[in-house]
């Protein structure tokens, strides 16, 4: 079984910063793709950023120059740093990552963490 565990999230004021992990952990052979998505309340989950195991990265628009995503693969771990955060990044956000265990390979989500950015 794999379970991915985020933390990290609280409650910042505009402009502020905040960095979320994700760890993965079980019985697992790899981890592929690993990233980061967010869902604001009445609204659909998007794509925050993603990285590769070699370390390719991609971002949404909204978020490009202002987060930054990392991963320590020893430790199974991928990270997003958060920089001049504005109201409407306030969601929760979700990992991802693509992990190949004996039964195959496919994604596996975390239950999120709660990201609130107000004054």
């Known amino acids: 079984q794999v379970q991915l565990v985020e933390s990290g999230g609280g409650l910042v004021q505009p402009g502020g910063s905040l960095r979320l992990s994700c760890e993965a952990s079980?019985?697992?052979?790899?981890?592929?793709?690993m990233g980061w998505y967010r869902q604001a309340p009445g609204k659909e989950r998007e794509l925050v950023a993603t990285?590769?195991?070699?370390?390719?990265?991609n971002y949404a628009d909204p978020v490009k120059g202002r987060f930054t995503i990392s991963r320590d693969n020893p430790k199974n771990t991928v990270y997003l740093q958060m920089n001049s955060l504005k109201p409407e990044d306030t969601a929760l956000y979700y990992c991802?990552?693509?992990?190949?265990?004996?039964?195959?390979?496919?994604?596996?989500w975390g239950k999120g963490t709660l990201v609130t950015v107000s004054s």
């Open positions: 079980g019985s697992f052979f790899s981890i592929n793709a």
């Open positions: 990285i590769t195991w070699s370390g390719s990265t």
């Open positions: 991802k990552s693509f992990v190949a265990t004996y039964a195959g390979a496919r994604d596996y």
